[in-house]
């Protein structure tokens, strides 16, 4: 689905509190300490800033701590997207749309914790800034968590996003539109790493394809376009992939926008076949791309899903026979589908119970390759005790805390 263009959005921040005594508060910025940058974890793509933040824009991206103490603050200058922060591996707070500020969580046992601070949106043409954690007073924050043996990367579009997969409901334009009901921690990739105990990237991109984007638009660019960066909004920006990071697998999803819509008058293919051999052509370079960038050992999952009778399902299974035969054994097909999924997401895209499902089924596919993965680091990526909709907490009944109500400025 093609992303809604850049506009402005109030700077309101709801805080999603449980009744297990947390409490929750934004105040103005704190300033983490100089060294704030070594003190978090996060395999993200992100670029330096000059005033000690970090700048990024993909969804999905998170960043990991561990402090002592009975709160910590999150650092944040980010008009446009909304965050969850999870203490222990239990939601405590939603921060949406939060500006420029410090979230605080406090009330907290005074003793070692871990925080996780994720992005549920996708603004791609939003940077979001992350200055760091800061422990509440009397408290420290500590040595960063180490990073996780297992690795894996998402490679897709808005249903790798999570696009609108908290909604409960089709059409989204009552019920806070797509972002409000976007959580890409709770997509279908995450959902696997996590109980893989891998760290993670989801670069997805929704609306874009291999070749062509959704019914045509914005011809002249693809997700290929956009892979390298760091910052999508920047063109000729380049992510400097750090040497630590070479996953064990890549799951690739793109097609369902190149093969979902009719061709229109005027597009560079006059007939299907002709845009079938041009993302042939084009999906074959990315692999290319792939091997080149993680090396031999990186098993290359090309996935499909039940697009009708497009070609889309057919032309990925043909890409990989084709490259094994060329004698690249780590290399294969993932077809998914299950007659339970609802596609209650917004614009009929995947439903948070949707993406459990998908999820399962890509776990099924992965434990029957040859990963080697080897045993899971010491420090697991806990599983985020949540419900279907993020702003509530599962185990208990949570109190929303605003400033002002909806639409107040910070």
């Known amino acids: 689905?093609?992303?809604?263009?850049?506009?402005?959005?109030?700077?309101r921040?709801?805080?999603?509190?449980?009744?297990?005594?947390?409490?929750?508060a934004v105040t103005a910025p704190s300033r983490a300490s100089s060294?704030?940058?070594?003190?978090?974890?996060?395999?993200?793509?992100?670029?330096?800033?000059?005033?000690?933040?970090?700048?990024?824009?993909?969804?999905?991206?998170?960043?990991?701590?561990r402090f002592r103490g009975t709160g910590v603050g999150v650092v944040l200058d980010d008009s446009v997207n909304?965050?969850?922060?999870?203490?222990?591996?239990?939601?405590?707070?939603t921060l949406v749309t939060p500006g420029r500020t410090t979230a605080w969580v406090k009330g907290l046992t005074d003793t070692?914790?871990?925080?996780?601070?994720?992005?549920?949106?996708?603004?791609?043409?939003?940077?979001?800034?992350?200055?760091g954690f800061v422990a509440a007073p009397g408290g420290a924050i500590l040595a960063r968590p180490s990073a996780r043996r297992r690795q894996i990367e998402f490679i897709g579009d808005s249903n790798t996003a999570g696009y609108g997969n908290v909604s409960g409901t089709r059409d989204c334009s009552n019920n806070g539109g797509v972002d409000r009901n976007t959580n890409s921690d709770l997509s279908f990739g995450a959902l696997t790493a996590r109980r893989l105990g891998a760290d993670y990237q989801i670069n997805a991109f929704s609306g874009r394809g291999m070749v062509r984007n959704y019914n045509g638009s914005s011809p002249g660019t693809d997700f290929r376009t956009y892979y390298d960066r760091a910052l999508l909004s920047v063109e000729g920006d380049v992510w400097q992939k750090p040497a630590d990071w070479r996953p064990q697998a890549v799951v690739i999803g793109l097609g369902l926008n190149d093969f979902s819509t009719p061709l229109n008058p005027?597009?560079?293919?006059?007939?299907?076949?002709?845009?079938?051999?041009?993302?042939?052509?084009?999906?074959?370079?990315?692999?290319?791309?792939?091997?080149?960038?993680?090396?031999?050992?990186t098993f290359l999952v090309v996935s499909a899903t039940n697009l009708g009778s497009s070609p889309f399902a057919e032309t990925t299974e043909r890409i990989v026979r084709t490259r094994t035969a060329q004698g690249d054994e780590r290399v294969g097909h993932w077809y998914y589908d299950d007659p339970g999924l609802d596609h209650l997401g917004c614009d009929w895209h995947p439903s948070a119970r949707d993406h459990r499902i998908i999820s399962g089924l890509l776990d099924d596919h992965l434990a029957a390759l040859p990963l080697r993965w080897g045993p899971t680091a010491s420090a697991p990526l806990i599983p985020v005790r949540c419900s279907v909709d993020a702003e509530q907490v599962e185990h208990a009944q949570p109190r929303r805390i605003g400033r002002g109500g909806r639409g107040s400025r910070l």
């Open 1 to 11: 689905m093609q992303p809604p263009a850049p506009r402005h959005l109030s700077r």
């Open 82 to 93: 909304d965050y969850d922060v999870q203490i222990d591996g239990r939601t405590t707070a």
């Open 112 to 131: 070692e914790h871990r925080v996780r601070l994720v992005k549920r949106t996708e603004c791609p043409w939003a940077e979001g800034r992350f200055g």
């Open 13 to 24: 921040t709801l805080v999603t509190a449980t009744a297990a005594g947390l409490v929750a």
């Open 35 to 65: 060294a704030a940058p070594a003190r978090f974890h996060t395999v993200g793509r992100v670029e330096a800033a000059a005033d000690g933040f970090v700048r990024y824009s993909w969804p999905g991206i998170y960043f990991e701590g």
């Open 266 to 297: 005027g597009e560079r293919w006059s007939t299907e076949a002709e845009l079938v051999a041009a993302y042939e052509s084009a999906y074959h370079g990315f692999l290319d791309k792939l091997r080149a960038r993680y090396g031999p050992r």
